[in-house]
């Protein structure tokens, strides 16, 4: 399970580290959103990859960490799903404006001269 | 009365987020109350910030024993909730937040605030975001702090519009979301090896880290700082700085120069708390270094006054990182004074370039960006021909002797960036220089020492030749230029940060010796660890009680 999901991330980070570099706003906006992507299930994975476990602790029975998997990266992953979701929007908005104000989707707001 | 100090800590976040949020639903015909309402706002939060840096010093000894206050969130104790601390640093820092945000809402109800967008409640946020960075005891707290003064940065840079101004926000936007992943992969790894991001538990935990788990904790620390590095506009990672800082409208940038400071608090607390080891610490000083010769060249190159302000904003960031990356612990006092300074000065070069802007006004070629208030604004909120201009001759008190006024500024500005006596720049860079010194052996200074030595002295004179340069365009050749009509309310706060870094001169003997016990407390971790780690353990609410 740990090799598809390395996998996995490796080819979000790359293609999110290509489009990033790209010269048009929205390969830049979809870079970001692709490391982002990756960036979340790499924290979810540091909280360790498990099978069957809940995070909530049922304090009823006699309570064994192994038995649970680690609530923390998961809290985590849901602020930093949030907080990137707000700024791509916000993002989002000004790519929108550059294009309406400048006539071009060029992230200098003018096409290179060639 | 103990209880009520024992909240004070909290209040520098939530007395902005309670007026920013409040603002919101005010309509926009009630500017009075907005203005109200902010300065209040900024008030309050510059007397918690002078209370702190009292409670927390040695004249104060029955609150906080050791100089550090712990306040834990929903009364969860230390390492699983989250807990806000104020040492001295911190409230050195929130304290100095806090005038700068005074003198930026100030010079923004001249003119600023004006059309549309909703200049003052965005305003509160970022210092909501500034005083929970400084105040926060928590990595992850630190990251979600972060995330709000730049989504506040973000709204506040967008500010009067314009192609020029989306494209520089546009920059700034993907350079930050960039730099906040860089973050998060960093938090992540440093919480799977270290399974904590309480900065108090990781000092004790990180130490106990050894072979492969050691290796990658500092692989994510180092992912952490290079995240730090590009909000601190360190070289190679600051070329989006002067493009998004030079063109916001004045006080907004004024505010931006607070906020670079904000990577280096976290470099420095961090970093101390960590006891990051030679090879990070090398590694800060030649970035530093090549931030400040970078930064230094730029200045002589740049022709216009508010990217060249924007430079000399980098070159101090050079100098701070540089100063610290030679890891003589003598030196962080002298580092956070000469912060302090750096801060008050370019936000008030910030401001003064706001107002110097307006003398070219017959200058149409060059207005095209710098432009405070380009038309389109105007007409995307369906106001035609603001009233700014107008309002000003309506309302505006001209001073008499406007330019005389601008000159005088200017010149102080310089003196305080290139660090000429008798302003602080000069203190500030001498107790800098002295310090390195004294810490080498004699007959044995090593030569980064001297490096640090040249390149701080060169920088300073690239800076005054640079400065003067556009000082004499400015003020000498008055061809082609207007008086312009100052209110008072602008010229108010460039001279009051001007004055107050006179008077850092005249106390600096008491301010230096604060800052070096606030650098001492940085150096000696274990105090903080402690105080973090023990408040609340056994329920007891109070500490300190004789």
């Known amino acids: 399970m740990e090799i598809v999901y390395a996998l996995a991330l490796g080819i979000l980070v790359g293609s999110g580290v290509w489009l990033l570099l790209r010269p048009r706003t929205f390969q830049v906006l979809m870079g970001l959103a692709l490391l982002s992507y990756a960036t979340n299930l790499f924290i979810f994975g540091m909280g360790r990859l498990t099978v069957h476990k809940v995070p909530v602790i049922d304090a009823s029975n006699s309570v064994d960490p192994s038995l649970y998997a680690d609530p923390v990266p998961q809290a985590l992953v849901l602020t930093a799903i949030v907080i990137g979701f707000a700024t791509t929007a916000l993002l989002l908005v000004v790519l929108l404006a550059l294009r309406g104000l400048t006539g071009t989707d060029h992230v200098d707001g003018a096409e290179p001269d060639r | 009365m103990n209880l009520l100090l024992q909240h004070l800590i909290v209040l520098p976040i939530v007395v902005p987020l309670v007026t920013g949020a409040v603002m919101l639903f005010l309509a926009e015909s009630r500017r009075t109350m907005r203005v109200t309402l902010a300065l209040v706002s900024v008030l309050i939060q510059l007397c918690v910030g002078a209370a702190l840096l009292y409670l927390t010093s ?26 806000l601390v104020v040492d001295r640093l911190s409230a050195v820092m929130v304290t100095l937040s806090a005038v700068v945000a005074l003198a930026t809402v ?15 409640s965005l305003f509160q946020l970022l210092t909501m975001g500034l005083n929970g960075a400084f105040l926060t005891g928590d990595l992850f707290n630190l990251f979600v702090f972060f995330e709000v003064l730049l989504a506040a940065s973000y709204g506040l840079l967008l500010r009067g519009a314009g192609a020029e101004r989306v494209k520089a926000s546009l920059h700034y936007i993907t350079v930050n979301l960039a730099a906040s992943l860089l973050f998060l992969i960093g938090v992540a790894l440093i919480y799977a090896m270290a399974g904590t991001l309480n900065m108090a538990d990781l000092a004790g935990r990180a130490a106990t880290l050894a072979g492969r788990d050691r290796a990658l904790f500092d692989a994510g620390a180092a992912i952490l700082g290079v995240a730090f590095l590009i909000k601190a506009g360190s070289w190679p990672l600051n070329f989006w700085l002067p493009g998004a800082y030079s063109i916001a409208v004045a006080p907004v940038s004024a505010a931006f120069a607070m906020m670079t400071k904000v990577g280096l608090y976290a470099v420095l607390r961090v970093g101390t708390i960590l006891q990051e080891d030679e090879t990070l610490a090398a590694a800060l000083f030649y970035l530093g270094l090549a931030t400040l010769i970078t930064g230094a060249i730029a200045m002589l190159a740049a022709k216009h006054l508010a990217r060249l302000v924007s ?5 101090s960031m050079g100098i701070l990182l540089a100063a610290f990356g030679l890891r003589i612990e003598a030196l962080t006092g002298p580092v956070i004074l000469y912060m302090i300074v ?16 307006r003398t070219r006004i017959a200058d149409p070629p060059v207005m095209r960006d710098d432009d405070p208030m380009p038309q389109p604004v105007y007409a995307a909120y369906g106001i035609k021909e603001f009233s700014v201009y107008r309002g000003d001759e309506e309302i505006g008190i001209a001073l008499p002797a406007a330019m005389a006024f601008l000159g005088l500024m200017f010149v102080c500005c310089t003196l305080l960036v290139t ?15 002295s310090t390195a010194l004294a810490a080498a052996h ?26 003067s340069r556009v000082g004499m365009r400015l003020f000498w050749s008055v061809a082609a230029r207007t008086t312009p009509r100052l209110r008072v309310l602008e010229a108010a706060p460039v001279a ?51």
């Open chain 2, 58 to 83: 040695d004249a104060a000894p029955f609150i906080w024993p050791e100089g550090v206050g712990v306040y834990a969130i929903g009364h969860w104790p230390a390492p699983f909730g989250i807990v």
């Open chain 2, 342 to 357: 750096s801060v008050l000065t370019t936000s008030a070069f910030f401001m003064l370039t706001g107002m110097t802007d």
């Open chain 2, 419 to 433: 660090g000429l006596p008798p302003l602080p720049g000069f203190v500030a860079k001498f107790a800098l220089l």
């Open chain 2, 311 to 315: 430079y000399s904003l980098l070159v």
């Open chain 2, 496 to 546: 009051a940060l001007v004055l107050l870094c006179l008077a850092l001169t005249v106390a600096a003997g008491p301010v230096a010796s604060y800052l070096d016990s606030a650098a001492r407390s940085l150096h000696e971790p274990d105090t903080y660890v402690r105080a973090v780690l023990s408040a609340y353990s056994s329920g007891q609410t109070e500490r300190g009680s004789p």
């Open chain 2, 442 to 467: 004699v007959g044995a200074v090593p030569w980064t020492t001297w490096a640090f030595f040249a390149s701080i002295l060169l920088s300073g004179f690239a800076s005054l030749i640079a400065l």
């Open chain 2, 106 to 120: 100030v010079y923004a109800i001249a003119r600023w605030d004006r059309p549309g967008q909703p200049f003052h």
